[in-house]
């Protein structure tokens, strides 16, 4: 409409006029000769309201044509200018109807135009306001009736917000009357606009972005779901389906063990064991001969697989149920059914996170677990985590091995006392093999176990290579009070091993023929010994072949696979078995709140453990410690900082305070704080802080990683002065969750550990208390003098002031602890400061 009026007016209008624009080019219709039509028309109707001082244009009148040049004569072409002027005003009325729904539409926020919606920016949540229209200045002609006044439409309330107070509709104002005058040509009055019609068209607008949502969520729905299906092979969330997924991810598992073993040998190795620990890899509950004992280690340590697989399932189904303004879980429906939402679907939408939550395996052990001679990526934990990765990414769970072994190390007190600052708090089982420098320590044994237990993941403890009836005990302690703890069945296992071919007296041909994990492996009923090969393939020779720690006591490849892939056994069937019973379980009850239904009573059991009396401590709670809260050490969080490697607080920068992060790298390749070689520390002038130093010797020059870990140790010697170490700094408070109130300033320190115990004359040891002199040196902590140190276990002494075991905070909340070397040519280590 709005088109013709402009063309019947330029036709009137370019009849009667010659009109030029730019000098050059006439304008007269018809419009086909104008030059460049589609601007032309935009550049004349600017010419009708603009002057043409200003645009450049000369508009010259011509009198009117004779009747025959018009193509009418006479009446008919009066009647025909009639016909026109009547068509010209009824496009002009329609096309003012149009104008003013559209722009009311705009100003309501319910014009669906995408080009509308383009052109202007749109603000979220801010309600429009209505525009007063300006009233005109009154005129000499007659008024015109005055129409009602139209109500805006209440705008939509911000969200959280009460709808605003209606408005009372003002009264028409009244003007005075005048005298009567012959009626004008009436012109038509516009459509009205009252509120009704406008809601009747939000409504239509609203039911079709209804529509084009529901339209579009089902199809991004619906690939999502086929983007999931294909990345986990079939549907995760179901619980029947997440089962056939993790057996069919298990079959491959075994099949791929059958390759590597040969079908033979892996049937007589596991299959046609009688045992029923055979399908967990010959580990099982430390209780399970007892038939009074209140807990099951395979119960908890399902319930904990459980816990896992609906943390994924969970994370997943909130993901989807708020994917792009869709609700995929509950029906494919759109959150916001009116909202303008682009019908364009974006590949990231698409994107499957794979690790949806985290399974851990940390490994605590000495030399021999630690992998020592072997490659680092050839230890027990890195074949538990080959083997297992596949089973549990199945159901949307990351298996993570992490190796914390460290070579000539006893699992306490140290280890044990400063768990968190070595394993972190996230870990769901904790793995013990310290059987070589433990030796009958059981206290040992029971104070790792019991911290690692009550650390936040409630870790499942699981033993290795126990050998002691003693150790055997403890474990069934834990698992007496409510911690799943897991042993090796020696018998079973005796069985496997028994099956192992035996090399000796065959020919290197039959040799070659037999699978890789049982080639050259016994020689003589020797495992990794003798000949023909086992001693000279026991390790690997694929690169850096002089490493160190290729020793007669430690474990070469084939162990470590065995042994590793009897961990993958159980982890994998404890998930399978797990995924089992949460078909039932998923019948009655959501997956959210079955979640939150395991978590609160792995909870309540951990407490109910934490508040029964400690097990026997041997001589950890002997003479020596009378007067001190043994139970205290066992159940507080305490804080340690310790220098050695791996340790979690040294990886993330918490133990040193920067940016330097990073975790197992090469020798050489570390991007966390290395500290500084022991030669340096010797020769570098005091800063009244502790340095950070390192044994060189300990590193190996190698590509790839071989012996991540490292003793190092906090350094003063005499040129130093007095030197400060403060526990716990900034980071440590964060880190740790540290609460004042629950430390009562017990403080432990251990010694910088010297190979097999060989330290140098100029090696001041601390825990010896016959250096303990003021001639050799003197420490305080928050200026108060130690006047006593108490050994506790080998490696670490509890240090007592005048007054007794414990020390004040300083007004940090923190405690200062500060050395002065006083004898020539000596020095002093720290391996690790604790404090409870």
């Not at 549907?235 to 075994?254: F, H, S, Y």
């Not at 190390?409 to 968190?420: D, L, W, Y």
């Amino acid at each position: 409409c709005v088109g013709i009026a402009i063309v019947v007016c330029m036709h009137r209008c370019c009849h009667r006029y010659h009109c030029y624009i730019d000098d050059n080019i006439p304008v007269s219709l018809p419009f086909r000769e104008i030059h460049g039509a589609s601007n032309q028309l935009i550049r004349f109707i600017v010419v009708l309201s603009i002057p043409n001082e200003i645009m450049g244009i000369r508009v010259q009148q011509r009198p009117d044509p004779p009747a025959s040049a018009l193509g009418v004569s006479g009446e008919n072409g009066s009647m025909r200018r009639i016909q026109g002027t009547v068509m010209i005003l009824v496009c002009l009325s329609a096309a003012l109807f149009y104008w003013t729904t559209k722009v009311s539409e705009l100003e309501t926020g319910t014009l669906p135009s995408n080009d509308v919606i383009k052109a202007v920016p749109v603000l979220e949540n801010v309600p429009s306001v209505p525009v007063a229209t300006p009233t005109p200045p009154p005129t000499e002609a007659a008024p015109l009736p005055t129409p009602p006044p139209v109500q805006p439409p209440t705008p939509p309330p911000a969200p959280g917000l009460p709808p605003p107070t209606p408005q009372p509709t003002p009264p028409p104002t009244q003007k005075p009357e005048s005298p009567p005058t012959p009626p004008p040509t009436q012109k038509p009055e516009p459509p009205p606009t009252e509120a009704p019609v406008q809601a009747a068209a939000a409504a239509a607008n609203n039911n079709d972005n209804t529509k084009k949502a529901e339209e579009r969520c089902a199809q991004i729905c619906m690939k999502r779901k086929d983007a999931r299906n294909k990345h986990f092979g079939g549907n995760v969330l179901e619980p029947k389906a997440a089962l056939g997924m993790a057996k069919k991810a298990q079959d491959k598992m075994i099949n791929k063990l059958r390759q590597d073993y040969g079908a033979n040998y892996f049937k007589a190795m596991f299959e046609d064991n009688p045992s029923p620990t055979k399908k967990y890899g010959f580990y099982m509950d430390a209780n399970r001969d007892k038939a009074d004992v209140e807990f099951s280690s395979h119960k908890i340590a399902k319930d904990k697989m459980k816990i896992k697989v609906l943390e994924a399932q969970v994370k997943l189904m909130q993901t989807e149920q708020k994917l792009e303004g869709c609700d995929c879980i509950n029906g494919n429906k759109p959150l916001n059914p009116t909202a303008q939402l682009s019908m364009d679907i974006k590949d990231e939408f698409l994107n499957i996170e794979s690790n949806l939550a985290s399974f851990v395996w940390m490994t605590g052990g000495h030399s021999a677990s630690a992998g020592h001679g072997n490659m680092f990526n050839e230890s027990y934990t890195a074949f538990a985590e080959y083997a297992a990765k596949d089973v549990f990414a199945s159901v949307g769970i990351e298996y993570k091995g992490q190796n914390y072994a460290m070579g000539g190390t006893r699992s306490g007190p140290e280890i044990a006392f400063c768990n968190r600052a070595v394993f972190g708090y996230e870990y769901d089982v904790l793995s013990w093999d310290y059987g070589m420098t433990d030796g009958k320590r059981y206290e040992q044994l029971m104070a790792y176990l019991y911290r690692g237990a009550t650390s936040p993941g409630h870790p499942i403890v699981h033993g290795v290579n126990l050998g002691h009836a003693g150790r055997v005990e403890r474990l069934q302690q834990i698992g007496e009070m409510g911690i799943a703890s897991f042993i090796l069945d020696e018998a079973a296992y005796k069985g496997a091993r028994d099956a192992i071919p035996d090399t000796e007296g065959m020919s290197d041909a039959d040799i070659d023929k037999l699978p890789p994990f049982v080639r050259s492996f016994k020689c003589g009923n020797q495992l990794e010994k003798g000949e023909p090969h086992c001693s000279d393939d026991k390790y690997t020779k694929y690169t850096c072949v002089a490493r160190k720690g290729k020793v007669s006591w430690h474990p070469g490849i084939k162990w470590h696979a065995l042994t590793g892939n009897q961990m993958a056994m159980l982890t994998t069937q404890l998930l399978v078995d797990a995924l089992g019973e949460l078909v039932v379980d998923l019948e009655a009850n959501d997956p959210a709140n079955l979640l939150k239904k395991l978590k609160n009573e792995d909870k309540a059991r951990v407490e109910a453990f934490k508040a029964m009396p400690i097990p026997p401590m041997g001589d950890m709670a002997d003479d020596r410690l009378e007067g001190m809260d043994i139970e205290h050490f066992l159940k507080s969080e305490g804080i340690c900082k310790t220098g050695r490697t791996p340790s979690k607080t040294r990886y993330e920068g918490i133990l040193t305070e920067t940016n330097k992060v990073g975790g197992f790298s090469p020798a050489g390749e570390e991007t966390y704080e290395v500290g500084i070689p022991i030669e340096d520390a010797k020769q570098a002038p005091g800063n009244g802080v502790m340095k950070l130093a390192y044994n060189p010797g300990n590193r190996e020059n190698c590509p790839f990683i071989v012996k991540p870990d490292y003793k190092d140790f906090f350094y003063v010697d005499k040129k130093d002065g007095v030197s400060k170490l403060t526990i716990p700094n900034e980071r440590e408070k964060k880190a740790f969750h540290y609460d004042p109130s629950k430390i009562k300033g017990y403080m432990m320190v251990c010694t910088g550990v010297c190979d097999f115990g060989e330290c140098k004359k100029s090696d001041i040891s601390y825990r010896d208390v016959e250096q303990f002199k003021p001639e050799n040196y003197e420490m305080k902590v928050n200026d108060v003098l130690v006047t006593k140190i108490v050994p506790m276990g080998e490696e670490c002494v509890l240090l007592h002031n005048a007054k007794g075991p414990t020390f004040q905070k300083n007004s940090k909340q923190a405690f200062d602890i500060t050395v002065k070397v006083n004898a020539d040519g000596k020095y002093m280590r720290m391996g690790a400061v604790a404090v409870f």
